[in-house]
Structures are given as structure tokens and as C-alpha cells.
């Protein structure tokens, strides 16, 4: 009896060493995959196409990039207002943080689990810039990208160049 116990021990010690083994493995080659995912470039769309008549009146409007509407080129340096307005209502925080508004994220996460549904995000203007270059299904998978990239852009960029 002794001996059947203790080759039952060392068989679950070893089994146990294997699963171990295999969960981090797992664990790093998911985390390679994930940041070699990762895109830390600034990649504006494409413009859509205005049509406009002689006179210029508008007349339609021909897709961009992924067959979106509503991209035009934006001036050198904005209007103040704009980026006053764009701000106040985004991201208050923008210039405070890397990327992430970790305040934001802990609000929405207690609201949304208090509520038992979505009540509110916490997507910074960096988050929103990575969501609109690489559209993704909205799951909380796609959020930790759109977070992650959201920090490398504004470690790459700078918050001015991203707004």
C-alpha cells in the first residue's frame, strides 16, 4: 500500500511539474503573440471623396480606407476651439496620462460590473486613434489592445501628434 501511495504521489508531483510547465509556456508564447500584435505606428486613413459640383456645391461622398466615410485631411495646426471642444468632451485627462486613465478605466469597470452591463468606457483619445486604425469586434481582448497600443503610440508620438 505504501509503495502504490507513493508512486501515486510522485506520478501527480511530475504531472504536475508537466502542467505547470505547460501553463507558462502557454503564458509566455500568449504574451509574444500579443505584443508582436501590437502597432505602434501613427497610420492616418485614407481621405474620403468628396464629389462636388462646378460650383461646388457638395454631391456625394465615395469611401476611404475600409469602406468608411466622414476622414478629410486636417490642417497643419488645429483650431483652438477644436481642440478645446475635442478634449472637454474625449478626454479631459489627456495631457496627464501615458495612454491609459487608469481612473477611468477603475470607474467604468465598477459601474459596468455593479450594473451588470456596460454603462460606461474609459477609451482616451490614444485608445480611440488605435481602435480606429485597426478595427477590431468590441471585447474586452480588443480593449487590452487598443490599451496597449494606446500607450506605445503615446510613448512613440507624443500627445500632440496623436491629437
Known amino acids: 500500500m505504501?509503495?502504490?501511495?507513493?508512486?501515486l504521489t510522485t506520478w501527480l508531483s511530475a504531472h504536475r511539474r508537466q502542467v505547470l510547465l505547460g501553463l507558462v509556456m502557454s503564458s509566455v508564447v500568449g504574451s509574444v503573440m500579443f505584443w508582436r500584435s501590437l502597432d505602434d505606428a501613427l497610420s492616418p486613413r485614407k481621405p474620403s471623396h468628396v464629389l462636388l459640383d462646378r460650383r461646388g456645391r457638395?454631391?456625394?461622398?465615395?469611401p476611404g480606407t475600409h469602406e468608411a466615410y466622414g476622414f478629410w485631411p486636417l490642417p497643419a495646426t488645429l483650431?483652438?476651439?477644436?481642440v478645446v471642444t475635442t478634449l472637454e468632451t474625449e478626454d479631459r485627462t489627456f495631457f496627464e496620462h501615458d495612454g491609459i486613465a487608469w481612473r477611468s478605466v477603475a470607474r467604468a469597470a465598477w459601474q459596468n460590473v455593479s450594473?451588470?452591463?456596460v454603462i460606461s468606457g474609459a477609451s482616451t483619445i490614444p485608445m480611440q486613434v488605435a481602435r480606429l486604425q485597426h478595427p477590431r469586434s468590441r471585447t474586452i481582448v480588443a480593449k487590452v489592445h487598443e490599451a496597449a497600443e494606446g500607450l506605445l503610440l503615446t510613448r512613440r508620438h507624443g500627445h500632440d501628434a496623436i491629437l
Open 2 to 7: 505504501a509503495r502504490w501511495r507513493t508512486a
Open 58 to 62: 457638395f454631391l456625394g461622398e465615395l
Open 79 to 82: 483650431p483652438e476651439k477644436v
Open 115 to 117: 450594473n451588470a452591463r
